[in-house]
């Protein structure tokens, strides 16, 4: 039976599918959900210089926004099902080092989540983030449409 | 506990075994180390889970010339007895395997010019709501060819899919 479930979420509807399955699998092995968002790293240019500051404070409050609403949803739905539930931020890596991170320090045993996410081409088969996680991950991964 | 059934939203909590979470799972196998992990993962889970597996081996046959095949004289015949030797013995393995966990198993062996094709087409035909595949973990551009298959499954499986890899230094 699966016993920590973990839960990437990028904050979008494309996630609430993965994290539904979760919990249902949760459910069934008396497992805690691990919910991670994880903000990739600022795309401004030069921070050094100090002179994009405004700019990139404004960008990571709005992003520390989003992904504290996104965790926040998840442990909203865990404890509806009255499941346990541990949720994490994680910024300064792209997201998928981030997931599979928290995956081996949490000792997490499954990964659900979404065949793809916010970003990325529309042409391509699935998302970049979702891939590179298939390729690296040691421990299964669930995917959902 | 109240029954499950009384209360919809709480449907989700300590499902009855007639009922499981996924009824039916795709074990698509190739004979290889990396698909004999998802074999092996699909029957435990099945096993814990109450669900039943349908076992997949896609005999990937190769469009010939029909001249060149009027040229040689050989009996294409031969070749596809193998291959769905090949096939059969592919899905007796996880028919074995899930025998001996006591989970009911449907064999199936096609024969199909595309595995992400026939896999797809198979959970379709077979009602399979879930699908365990196993994916090779190489390296730079090989990872990118191994894993094409899974990625085409992926993106047209309309059920859930659980990628597997070896753990890293099995294979």
Redesign the interface.
Known sequence: MLRRILVPTDGTERSTSALEAALRLAALGHGTIIGVHASPPPYVMAPELGLAAPIHDAWRREREQLGQDAVAYIRRRAGEAGLPCETLLVTGLPPSDAIIRTAREQLCDLIVMASRGRGGLAGRLIGSETWKVLSHSAIPVLVLR | MADPLDNP??S????PPGRP?YKRILVPTDGSDVSAIAEQ?AVEFAR??GSEIVALSVAQTYPTYAAAEASMAVDPNLDNDALRDWAERNVRRVSAAAAGAGVACTPLTVFAYSASDAILDSARDHGCDLIFMG?H?RRGLS?LLA?SE???V??G??V??????P??GTA
């Open positions: 939203s709480d989700t909590a300590g499902k979470l993962a814990a889970h994916s973990g990872r894993g899974t990625q085409k992926l993106a499986a309309e859930p899919v659980m990628v597997l890899r753990k890293p």
